[in-house]
């Protein structure tokens, strides 16, 4: 059975750098797409970015100046850091895998982590 | 980036209900649509992919039909743990998503 779990803080301060990992076990990340989605509360998704092929990634146009997404498959192990965040940067993050050749669906998710950015 | 626009945004309804969820895509996208279920407090679940595949262990009230730019959902007989948001997601481009039908009880 594929499980994900994602960690880090629950609260970070304007203009800091978000962080977040996303632990992966029953599968290995060498196959398939790994996905970052978040919801601000009570809003709907958003696709923020995946990582596939041993490194190749790609961002949302809309948040690509600011995101990166890494891997490290030594540990199963993906990760998100999100630049000079602000308020509208809150939302529960969840990390999914992607099933990356047509049709692409995101069939297993993480339970998600909510983070706050406030001073 | 292609659009995904649901509606209606919420209904009521009752169990026991035939319930409709439509979306419509700002362009064509083929068959590439896939619907969730989200209950408060938990991640999204998967229900249907390639707009009328149901996914593994789904119960088949829940069906998906469509192509092109609009699509629908439907759940035939409502049981009490349907009520929930649903959302549709297209995947001809990069992931996009519709905005959400909260399914709540009348």
């Known amino acids: 059975q594929v499980q994900l779990q994602e960690s880090g803080p629950g609260l970070v301060k304007p203009s800091e750098t978000l962080s977040l990992t996303c632990t992966v076990s029953g599968a290995s990340i060498n196959t398939y797409y790994w996905s970052w989605i978040r919801q601000p509360p009570g809003k709907g998704l958003e696709w923020i970015g995946y990582i596939f092929y041993s490194g190749s990634t790609n961002y949302n146009p809309s948040l690509r100046s600011r995101v990166t997404i890494s891997e490290d498959t030594s540990q199963n192990q993906f990760s998100l850091r999100l630049r000079s965040v602000t308020a509208a940067d809150t939302a529960m993050y969840y990390c999914?895998?992607?099933?990356?050749?047509?049709?692409?669906?995101?069939?297993?998710w993480g339970q998600g982590t909510l983070v706050t950015v406030s001073s | 980036d292609i659009q995904m626009t649901q509606s209606p945004s919420s209904l009521s309804a009752s169990v026991g209900d035939r319930v409709t969820i439509t979306c419509r895509a700002s362009q064509s996208i083929s068959n590439y649509l896939n619907w969730y279920q989200q209950k408060p407090g938990k991640a999204p679940k998967l229900l249907i992919y390639?707009?009328?595949s149901l996914q593994s262990d789904v119960p088949s009230r829940f069906s998906g039909s469509g192509s092109g730019t609009d699509f629908t959902l439907t759940i035939t007989s409502l049981l009490p743990e349907d009520f929930a948001i649903y959302f549709c997601?297209?995947?001809?481009?990069?992931?996009?998503f519709g905005g959400g039908t909260k399914v709540v009880i009348k």
């Open positions: 390639a707009a009328s």
């Open positions: 997601q297209q995947s001809y481009s990069t992931p996009t």
């Open positions: 999914a895998r992607y099933s990356g050749t047509l049709p692409g669906f995101f069939d297993y």
